[in-house]
């Protein structure tokens, strides 16, 4: 069975989150996405509209996701690579090369992004819709 891994926060869910993980799930037989906590986001200061919980749910009840896992640190890809004998490490292109350490491990692929859409956008737009 190929394992493929991908990480994110997946808060408001939009078809590029959805695109990215049909092709994800594409490259191999068992897709597993590794999911920033609530905790780990403060550290970044990345607020979620979602809770944790609750965008864990959302992952879960998408076909492509086999298993969601909590995305805690940075630094436990690695661990979480060997941990569950993972094949194919996948994010965006819009972190290319931030991953390449991982070649060591498993195939690193960046997939190109959706065009239009990001959950930044959908909160700018609301914000606006907002303020109208």
């Known amino acids: 069975m190929k394992k493929v891994l991908t990480y994110g ?6 078809f590029g989150h959805v695109n990215l993980l049909k092709r994800a799930k594409a490259l191999g037989d068992y897709l ?4 920033s906590t609530d905790e780990f986001n403060d550290g970044k200061n990345k607020q979620a509209y979602h809770s944790f919980d609750n965008r864990k749910m959302i992952l879960e009840s998408i076909s492509f996701v086999d298993e969601v896992i909590p995305e805690n640190t940075w630094d436990q890809k690695v661990k979480d690579v060997i941990k569950h004998e993972v094949d194919v490490f996948v994010m965006g292109n819009d972190w290319e090369g931030r991953f390449d350490f991982l070649k ?6 960046y997939l190109p992004r959706t065009i239009g859409i990001s959950t930044s956008k959908i909160k700018k737009d609301l914000k606006i819709v907002e303020n109208g």
């Open 32 to 35: 597993i996405v590794g999911l």
């Open 9 to 14: 926060t997946f808060d408001l869910l939009h």
């Open 104 to 109: 060591e491990y498993c195939e690193v692929i």
